[in-house]
T-cell receptor, first 112, second 112 residues
Framework: NAGVTQTPKFRILKIGQSMTLQCTQD?????MYWYRQDPGMGLKLIYY???????DKGEVPNGYNVSRSTTEDFPLRLELAAPSQTSVYFC???????????FGDGTRLSIL | GDSVTQMEGPVTLSEEAFLTINCTYT??????LFWYVQYPGEGLQLLLK?????DKGSNKGFEATYRKETTSFHLEKGSVQVSDSAVYFC???????????FGTGTSLTVIP
């Protein structure tokens, strides 16, 4: 049982480049989330989804986009990478609204 | 708005010492409360949870009691081990929205 899988684990981008962080879960969870974790800052919610075809903004959505075409996948898109987006990104999923979240191992992204 | 405040770290303890990590919250409605643990290089894992006042969550020797009168959910363990070294996050979820709110994390190092 893989749980939540994120790819890639590490990536270095140049300013202005774009990329997609992949997230997939095999638990048939409806709820999926993207967070960024900056040193000493805890987790900040970027976007979330309550089911296929439905997405909504979290606390820090600027500079990011998401889509949810299937229950399993919830990719996060950076269109014009900026140094402020250097962070560790975590994807999570949950069975329901108030249920514990299951996290992937994270993607460490550096933008130079 | 909803928020969680954790005691600042880092915390360094000797093996078999008693651990307390303080967590207080501000929330509208009736939140569920969670403690997550993050080991180096990994995503967050659920440690324990409590969904209503006076509930006690427990797991792996850790405990936390949901105190509505003091809006607190302090994490305790009677005898820590080196393997407990990690970052601990307090989190809440209210039934008025779809978001989890995480504290900034408390780093624990246990020395032999």
């Amino acid at each position: 049982n893989a749980g939540v899988t994120q790819t890639p684990k590490f990536r270095i981008l140049k300013i202005g480049q774009s990329m997609t962080l992949q997230c997939t879960q095999d638990m048939n969870h409806n709820y999926m989330y993207w967070y960024r974790q900056d040193p000493g800052m805890g987790l900040k919610l970027i976007y979330y989804s309550v089911g296929a075809g439905i997405t909504d903004k979290g606390e820090v959505p600027n500079g990011y986009n998401v889509s949810r075409s299937t229950t399993e996948d919830f990719p996060l898109r950076l269109e014009l990478a900026a140094p402020s987006q250097t962070s560790v990104y975590f994807c999570a999923s949950a069975y329901g609204q108030n249920q514990p979240q299951h996290f992937g191992d994270g993607t460490r992204l550096s933008i130079l | 708005g909803d928020s969680v405040t954790q005691m600042e770290g880092p915390v360094t303890l000797s093996e078999e010492a008693f651990l307390t990590i303080n967590c207080t919250y501000t929330a509208t409605g009736y939140p569920s409360l969670f403690w997550y643990v993050q080991y180096p290089g990994e995503g967050l894992q659920l440690l324990l949870k409590a969904t209503k006042a006076d509930d006690k969550g427990s797991n792996k020797g850790f405990e936390a009691t949901y105190r509505k009168e003091t809006t607190s959910f302090h994490l305790e363990k009677g005898s820590v081990q080196v393997s407990d070294s990690a970052v601990y996050f307090c989190a809440l979820h209210t039934n008025t929205g779809n978001q989890f709110y995480f504290g900034t994390g408390t780093s624990l190092t246990v020395i032999p």
